[in-house]
C-alpha cells in the first residue's frame, strides 16, 4: 500500500483552510481559461502554493495539466484569469515577464536542452544573455548547479552523449541557475526508463527537501505519496479534487479520483 | 606558335578572368546569405504579410532562366530605374538575388528542423525571442544549413559563367575573346574548363574545411 510520506522539515503540514494572509503564498493561480479554437482545455483553474510546498498535478492526459503549467509562466496565454508571484501580477506583465519567468522554472518531458551546447553551456547560456553575468561567474555557478544535480562531471560533454536521465538532470541544473522560487515540472520523468527516472526523482526529492517550491506533473505515485504536501486531480480542465497525498490517494472524495488512481495501484505497490 | 607559348603568353589575362569570376561568386553569394537568412527568418517568425513577399520573391527568382533574370535587369530594370551600373555589378547582384531565393528556402528548413522545444525552454529561461534566435536558433540551424548551403558554391560559380552574355569579362568571356584571337579552340577551352573545377574543388575544400570545424557531437552533418 502507500507508504507513509515523511513531511520535509521545512513544510509545517499547515491546514489547507487554516486562514493565511496572501503573502503566505508564492504563487497565486486565479480562475484561469483558456481554449484552442473551440477546445476549452481550462475551465477556470484556481490554486495557491505555499513556499516550499510540493503540489503534485494528476490526470488524464488532455486534461489541460500542461497547458495549466505553461499558463503560469505565460508560455501559453489565457484567456482569463490571473497569476501572482507574491504580490506581483505574472499575467498582463508586458516585457516584465522575462523576469517572471527566470523565478518561475521549467523543466519538460523531453529535456529541450540545446543540442548546440554542452552540458555547462547549457547551463550558464542564459546567465550570460539573460542575466548579463560576466563569464566567470557564470562558469563558476553553472558548475555548482550541475554538482547539485550530480552532473558536474559530464560538464563538457553534449546533449547527444547523455542519457535521458542525464539529460534531464542537467535541464533541471538549468532551471535552478536562473534562481526561480518554483520550479514547474512537466511530466519530467515520462521519456525515461525506470532506472532513470529514479535518479532524476532523487534529484527532485533532493531539491523539495531544501526548500524549493515545486509544481510536478507526474503519474509516478510514489513520489507524490512521499514528497507532495498536496495532490491535485485535474479532469477535463477543471480541478476535481485537492488534498494531503494521504486523503487524496487513499480516501478519495470522489469516485473518478478513486478510479483514475485506482489505476496506479499496481504501480505504487513495488515503490521503495 | 604552339599551345604551351600561347598560354603562357595570355595567362596573365586568365587571371584577370578568375579574378572577376571569383568576385562574382564572392558578392553573390555575400548577397544570398545577407538576404536569404533574414528571409527565412522572416518566413518561419515574420507576420503572414511578410511571409507572402517572401513567397513571391522566392518564386519568381526561382521561376525564372538566369538569362532572362540577367537580360531583365540589365537592359530593363536598372535602366528604368535610372541606374547605369557596370555589367559585373549588374551579374553579380542578380545572381546574389537569384541566391537569396535558394538559400532562403535551404536556412528556412534549416531552421524549422530545430526541435520548437528549444525555443519554448530558452523563453522559459527569460530569453527573449530575439535572444533565442540568436543564442539558441541559429548556431544550430546554420550548422544544419551548412552541408545545403555548400551546393551554392558550385552553382553560383558555374552560374556566374552566364554573365559572359552581358559582357562581363570573367574567366569564360576571356577564354572566348583568346580563342577568336589566336584560332586556336579546343586547348584553350578545356584549361577554361579545367579552370573552374580546380576553383570548384578549391571552394569545397574550403567549405569542408569550415563544416569539420564547427561540428558538434550527434549535430549535423561531419558529426559523429
Ligand atoms: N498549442 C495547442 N494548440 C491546440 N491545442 C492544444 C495545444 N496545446 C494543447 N492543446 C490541446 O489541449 C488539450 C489539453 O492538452 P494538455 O494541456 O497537453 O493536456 P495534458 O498535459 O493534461 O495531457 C488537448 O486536447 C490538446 O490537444
Ligand atoms: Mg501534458
Redesign the interface.
Known amino acids: 500500500m502507500w507508504s507513509k510520506k515523511e513531511l520535509p522539515s521545512r513544510a509545517s503540514g499547515q491546514g489547507q483552510d487554516s486562514p493565511m494572509k496572501d503573502d503566505a503564498f508564492v504563487l497565486r493561480v486565479e480562475d484561469i481559461h483558456k481554449k484552442f479554437g473551440t477546445n476549452e482545455v481550462l475551465k477556470g483553474v484556481s490554486f495557491n502554493v505555499r513556499k516550499g510546498e510540493t503540489i503534485v498535478f494528476i490526470g488524464p492526459s488532455g486534461t489541460g495539466k500542461s497547458t495549466l503549467l505553461r499558463c503560469i ?1 505565460q ?1 501559453t496565454i489565457p484567456e482569463k484569469g490571473r497569476v501572482w508571484l507574491h504580490d506581483d501580477e505574472v499575467t498582463n506583465s508586458g516585457p516584465k515577464i ?2 517572471f ?2 523565478k518561475i ?2 523543466v ?1 518531458q ?1 529535456f ?5 551546447l554542452t552540458a555547462v553551456r547549457n547551463v550558464e ?2 546567465l550570460l ?2 542575466k548579463k553575468m560576466d563569464p566567470e561567474s557564470a562558469r563558476r555557478q553553472a558548475l555548482y548547479e550541475l554538482e547539485q544535480v550530480g552532473m558536474k562531471g559530464w560538464a563538457d560533454h ?4 547523455l542519457s535521458g536521465g542525464q539529460a534531464q538532470r542537467v ?1 533541471i541544473a ?2 535552478l541557475a ?1 534562481d526561480p522560487e518554483v520550479i514547474l515540472f512537466d511530466e519530467p520523468t515520462s521519456a525515461l526508463d525506470p532506472e532513470l527516472t529514479r535518479e532524476v526523482l532523487e534529484v527532485m526529492k533532493k531539491l523539495a527537501k531544501s526548500g524549493m517550491t515545486m509544481l510536478v506533473v507526474s503519474h509516478e505515485m510514489g513520489f507524490a505519496a512521499s514528497v507532495a504536501n498536496q495532490i491535485i486531480f485535474m479532469e477535463n480542465g477543471n480541478i476535481v479534487e485537492q488534498g494531503p497525498p494521504d486523503a487524496l490517494l487513499y480516501d478519495p472524495a470522489y469516485v473518478r479520483t478513486r478510479k483514475f488512481v485506482g489505476q496506479f495501484a499496481d504501480l505504487t505497490q513495488r515503490k521503495d | 606558335m604552339d599551345v604551351t607559348s600561347i598560354l603562357a603568353e595570355w595567362t596573365p589575362y586568365l587571371i584577370g578572368g578568375i579574378s572577376l569570376t571569383l568576385g562574382l561568386v564572392a558578392i553573390a553569394l555575400g548577397i544570398g546569405v545577407a538576404l536569404g537568412l533574414p528571409f527565412a527568418l522572416v518566413q518561419v517568425y515574420g507576420p503572414r504579410p511578410a511571409k507572402a513577399a517572401i513567397s513571391a520573391y522566392a518564386w519568381f527568382f526561382r521561376g525564372l532562366p538566369v538569362l532572362v533574370l540577367l537580360f531583365l535587369f540589365y537592359f530593363g530594370i536598372f535602366p528604368a530605374m535610372g541606374l547605369d551600373l557596370p555589367a559585373f555589378f549588374v551579374g553579380a547582384v542578380v545572381l546574389g538575388l537569384r541566391g537569396a531565393a535558394y538559400q532562403s528556402q535551404i536556412f528556412r528548413g534549416a531552421i524549422q528542423s530545430i ?1 520548437e ?2 525555443m ?9 525571442r530575439l ?1 533565442a534566435i540568436k ?2 536558433i541559429l ?2 540551424s546554420l ?1 544544419i544549413a551548412l552541408p545545403g548551403w555548400s551546393n551554392e558554391y558550385p552553382e553560383i560559380l558555374t552560374d556566374s559563367a552566364i554573365c559572359y552574355a552581358i559582357g562581363v569579362a570573367e574567366l569564360l568571356t576571356r577564354t572566348s575573346q583568346i580563342v577568336a584571337v589566336t584560332y586556336v579552340t579546343m586547348p584553350i577551352y578545356l584549361c577554361c574548363a579545367l579552370i573552374f573545377i580546380l576553383l570548384n574543388y578549391a571552394g569545397m575544400r574550403v567549405i569542408h574545411v569550415v563544416e569539420k570545424r564547427v561540428a ?4 549535423g552533418a561531419g558529426a559523429g
Not at chain 1, 529541450?112 to 548546440?116: G, V
Not at chain 2, 519554448?120 to 527573449?128: K, N
Open positions: 509562466n508560455l522575462s523576469y519567468r527566470q522554472g521549467m519538460f523531453n529541450y536542452l540545446f543540442d548546440h547560456i542564459a544573455k539573460v553534449y546533449p547527444a552523449e535541464s538549468r532551471a536562473m | 526541435n522545444g528549444q519554448i525552454a530558452a523563453l522559459s529561461l527569460g530569453m527573449t535572444t543564442s539558441i548556431p544550430q550548422r558538434i557531437p550527434g549535430f
